[in-house]
């Protein structure tokens, strides 16, 4: 069993920062892809950005440009850095991973963030 702990959310003013962080924690797992999804009031939930074990990464036409998305490996834990936030941005973030040589997959609690205009 993976638990997955997210942190770094939070009230900012459009145009400002923030940096999400999910670590995961458990015994015996070795991780393969992570990612962040978001979901907006009334809204499905979307990928924003994912990462894979070489480091290669992916990003919503959204966000590109404003945000990153990085990991450490050794820590099992991935990062969102925010930048250039906008009211649109705001939304409840998940982390989400895949492990290795495993089909199971792990969803974090998620994390509010608030962009105010």
């Known amino acids: 069993q993976v638990q997955l702990v997210e942190s770094g959310g939070g009230l900012v003013q459009a145009g400002g920062s923030l940096r999400l962080s999910c670590a995961a924690s458990?015994?015996?797992?070795?991780?393969?892809?992570m990612a962040w999804y978001r979901q907006a009031p009334g809204k499905q939930r979307d990928l924003v950005a994912a990462?894979?074990?070489?480091?290669?990464?992916n990003y919503a036409d959204s966000v590109k440009g404003r945000f990153t998305i990085s990991r450490d490996n050794a820590e099992n834990t991935v990062y969102l850095q925010m930048n250039s936030l906008k009211p649109e941005d705001t939304a409840v973030y998940y982390c989400?991973?895949?492990?290795?040589?495993?089909?199971?997959?792990?969803w974090g609690k998620g994390t509010l963030v608030t962009v105010s205009s």
């Open positions: 458990g015994s015996g797992f070795s991780i393969n892809n």
């Open positions: 990462i894979n074990r070489g480091g290669s990464t």
């Open positions: 989400y991973v895949e492990l290795r040589f495993s089909l199971l997959r792990y």
